[in-house]
């Protein structure tokens, strides 16, 4: 297992990556976390900084994370919401085939090991209203005004 540290405008972030690709991105990493980068970790904090540079607008890393085959087809979901766009979470349950399953899928968006790259931020509720997130709500409507500047 690998890890790097990335200092990003919404705080310290720790990518932690294994042979295979990314596992998680974890927010509030403590700055004196021990690092052991990798290739992957490198790649993807490369990626990661073009994005919050205003360069990225999409992400080619590999990813290996941990999660149930309905979490997997949530997230697969996510990640075809393009960069600046919203959708809401009965959106991606009607875009997996299951339009009942919106809390299913609120609970999978909230168990995104990989937030950022698969863009678990940009789902909203149904009436516009933004809903929970992993690392804060302010997060949330910092990244999606960096996406979206007319949302400020």
């Known amino acids: 297992m690998s890890n790097q540290l990335i200092e990003t405008p919404i705080g310290m972030l720790n990518v932690v990556a294994d042979e295979h690709g990314v596992k998680?991105?974890?927010?509030?990493a403590a700055p004196d976390?021990?690092?052991q980068p990798s290739d992957v970790t490198r790649h993807c904090c490369q990626q990661l900084a073009e994005y919050f540079a205003g360069e990225r607008q999409?992400?080619?890393?590999?990813?290996?994370m941990a999660g149930t085959e309905f979490q997997?087809?949530?997230?697969?979901?996510l990640d075809t919401v393009k960069f600046g766009e919203t959708c809401?979470?009965?959106d991606i349950a009607r875009s997996i085939g299951n339009p009942k399953a919106v809390r299913a899928v609120g609970a999978a968006n909230?168990?995104?090991p990989v937030p950022i790259i698969v863009p678990?931020?940009?789902?909203?509720?149904?009436?516009?209203?933004?809903?929970?997130?992993?690392?804060?709500l302010d997060i949330k409507v910092w990244l999606l005004t960096h996406e979206d500047p007319s949302r400020a």
């Open 58 to 64: 999409t992400f080619e890393v590999p990813l290996n």
């Open 33 to 35: 976390t021990l690092q």
């Open 110 to 112: 909230g168990k995104n």
């Open 88 to 90: 809401s979470y009965g």
């Open 120 to 136: 678990c931020h940009r789902i909203i509720g149904s009436s516009g209203k933004l809903t929970g997130y992993a690392g804060g």
């Open 24 to 28: 998680a991105i974890e927010f509030a």
């Open 72 to 77: 997997h087809q949530v997230w697969q979901a």
